[in-house]
């Protein structure tokens, strides 16, 4: 049979953001697929060279369009840890509030847009119609839906008023009513199980070979979370479970995700009910010490890395940011090969790609 | 406990001491020629630490480090020193295939030669880009040359 190939992407409707996919069929059938990375690179980490530490802050807040806290919250944490300096613990609850809300919110972003894919336009308006509860938090909050600009070197920049505690305390059962409503429709509905029952297989052999991180990763029967394995913030004094499932498809990422995004729910309550009183800011200087630091946190999929090298001045001499999409995009072409066309739809959109991150 | 058997296995093999490295670093970390480093992973594996976080690549004063973080609970460094004039390591998607994108933009952005990488064409970088590595370039951002590697 002759074999035809297919370019999805840089521009495309089935893409948010821009990369390139050339899919090769014979017939129906994928037999073969590259991609493309750069067409967002901006040379981040390149510029993080030549701007003050305080100033990198805004910068790597704009690394992504989606989970933009936690990528301060890491940059912050390596630079704190070269400075030596402990960060209150209000500030780092109100960090880690942020960190769970942005969870939630990328979480039900990502049903939205898995659910447009396979064309299931009713789940895509109930999770974004149910996502701006939490976004209309974080604006409370930090003053800005997506962009928080609340973290700073040594703790945040906004406390939480006893006002905006009262609102989230009622806020949030109501999105956990609403989000254990989605659970209900895409656990029974027929057609998004057929759409996403065994498609885009990733063994647990797999995950550890590629690396792979996050809820994909805990998807596929991998029970990996750094905010338990290895804590950051104070989330070891906070109680939640890590969500696996052992069928490693689309299906079971959607499940997984869910679940998470319910534990995230409570995991806010028990930030706010615990939240210790005091100060939210320690006082950090300007020069930071000659050294080097790793820090690690989970991303809403999954591990970020950031690495911090320090030659004594005031700016940076090395950021090296690692961000959870790299290692999901390396199964991309493995997970294709088989599946019909239909298919790569939802498969493109089951790993939750974030290109941006990915490009830097 | 892995990583800590997998630590004093790994500094048999290492040129120095932690002390003697840059103060400062959170975790454990092993110095090491770009010839040991595939020894040095397989003992990583063989301790069934096989989760790499990523490759750093650090360019400073004519010399190029690569430090490929693992982790296990916590994490281990290997500190790879480039040799200036040979310019290559080894691949290791032969054992780990998820080094492939780490791998891809250290060549492309440091301009090393990685024994074994298939490079058919660009990952990160504009195809028609002919300049120099961009993130081994002295130079910092804002300065006119920062433009030289576009046709």
């Known amino acids: ?33 590259t991609l493309r990375l750069g067409y967002v690179h901006r040379g981040i980490e390149k510029l993080a060279e030549s701007r003050s530490y305080v100033k990198n802050i805004t910068l790597f807040e704009r690394v992504c ?32 509030l942020l960190c769970e809300l942005e969870r939630i919110h990328s979480h039900l972003l990502w049903l939205g847009v898995l659910a447009k894919n396979i064309g299931l336009n009713t789940v895509f308006m109930y999770a974004w119609r149910d996502r701006e509860i939490v976004l209309d938090l ?37 999105l956990s009513a609403k989000v254990r409503e989605l659970l209900k429709i895409i656990d029974n509905d027929r057609s998004f199980k057929a759409r996403t029952r065994g498609i885009g297989y990733l063994s647990p052999q797999d995950v550890h070979r590629y690396c792979v991180v996050g809820p994909v990763a805990r998807a596929s029967g991998v029970d990996i979370d750094l905010r338990r394995d290895s804590p950051y913030a104070h989330y070891d004094e906070l109680k939640f479970k890590v ?17 998470e995004t319910i534990e995230s729910i409570n995991l806010s309550r028990q930030i706010v009910e615990k939240l210790p009183d005091g100060e939210i800011v320690a006082r950090a200087k300007r020069k930071v010490p000659e050294g080097e630091f790793v820090s690690r946190s989970e991303a809403p999929r999954g591990e970020v890395i950031y690495f911090v090298k320090s030659d004594g001045s005031q700016t940076p001499k090395r950021v090296k940011v690692r961000t959870p999409t790299l290692t999901a995009l390396i199964t991309l072409p493995m997970q294709l090969e088989g599946l019909q066309m239909a298919d790569v739809s939802a498969v493109i959109a089951g790993v939750d790609l974030c290109i941006a991150c990915a490009d830097r | 406990m892995t990583i800590f058997t997998a630590w004093n296995e790994l500094k048999k093999l290492s040129l120095a001491d932690r002390d003697e490295l840059l103060p400062g ?31 750093t ?42 080094a492939l994108f780490y791998e891809r ?9 990685i024994n074994g990488l298939n490079m058919s064409n660009k990952m990160f ?17 804002g300065n006119d040359e920062q433009q030289q590697g576009h046709k």
């Open chain 1, 1 to 33: 049979m002759s074999r035809v190939t297919i370019p999805i992407g840089p521009q495309h409707p089935l893409l948010k953001e821009p990369v390139s996919f050339n899919i090769t069929l014979e017939g129906e059938n994928v037999v073969e697929s």
């Open chain 1, 138 to 174: 974080m604006e409370e909050i930090s003053g800005g839906r997506v962009s928080h600009a609340i973290n700073t070197l040594g703790g945040v920049r906004k406390d939480l008023s006893p006002t905006q505690i009262k609102k989230i305390l009622t806020d949030l059962p109501v």
């Open chain 2, 25 to 55: 670093f959170n975790e454990k970390q092993v110095l090491l020629t770009s010839n040991q480093l595939i020894e040095a992973v397989k003992i990583l594996l063989a301790n069934n630490i096989f989760h790499l976080s990523t490759i």
């Open chain 2, 57 to 98: 690549g650090v360019y400073q004063e004519n010399s190029l480090q690569l430090l490929y973080h693992f982790w296990k609970g916590e994490g281990i460094t290997l500190r790879v020193e480039i040799d200036e004039q040979d310019n290559q390591v080894d691949s290791l998607t032969e054992w780990i295939p998820g």
């Open chain 1, 243 to 259: 969500i696996t499932m052992e069928d490693g498809d689309v299906w079971a990422r959607a499940i997984v995700r869910i679940l």
């Open chain 2, 125 to 141: 970088l504009p195809d028609n880009w002919e300049g120099d590595a961009p993130m081994r370039r002295a130079i910092r951002v």
């Open chain 1, 65 to 96: 369009g989606i989970c933009s806290h936690i990528h301060t919250t890491t940059y912050c944490q390596a630079v704190e840890g070269l400075l030596g300096l402990e960060i209150p613990r209000r500030g780092s609850y109100i960090r880690m």
């Open chain 2, 105 to 113: 933009e250290i060549t492309e952005m440091f301009g090393v030669k």
